[in-house]
Nanobody
């Protein structure tokens, strides 16, 4: 079992930045695909970014490409989502998720992930 806890969300003005953290316990994330999804009010959960393992490319949704980066820290057993140039449409609850290594075609599908955190709220507003 993998337990995931997100942190780092909060209010931020348009154009601002936030860094979300996802700390794992129970097992090391080294062998896991990790990802971030988000869900805005009244909308379905959507893919944000995913990484199969350290050293592999990270895949991003078109809506965040060029603004968000994702990283892993093996020592901390954590993953991070750096979000820059935030826009009001980025407002959502952000979820960290993980599963045993997934094939590329499955990375963007929330149904393929077994382990989820409870989420952290990001609100972009002036």
């Amino acid at each position: 079992q993998v337990q995931l806890v997100e942190s780092g969300g909060g209010p931020v003005p348009p154009g601002g930045s936030l860094r979300l953290s996802c700390k794992a316990s129970g097992r090391t994330l080294n062998g896991y695909t990790t990802a971030w999804f988000r869900q805005a009010p009244g909308k379905e959960r959507e893919f944000v970014a995913a990484n199969r393992r350290n050293g592999d490319p990270t895949y991003f949704a078109d809506s965040v490409k060029g603004r968000f980066t994702m990283s892993r820290d093996s020592a901390d057993n954590a993953v991070y989502l750096q979000m820059n140039d935030l826009k009001p449409e980025d407002t959502a609850v952000y979820y960290c998720t993980a599963n045993s290594r997934l094939i590329l075609s499955a990375l963007r599908l929330s149904s393929m992930y077994n382990y989820w955190g409870r989420g952290t709220q990001v609100t972009v507003s002036s």
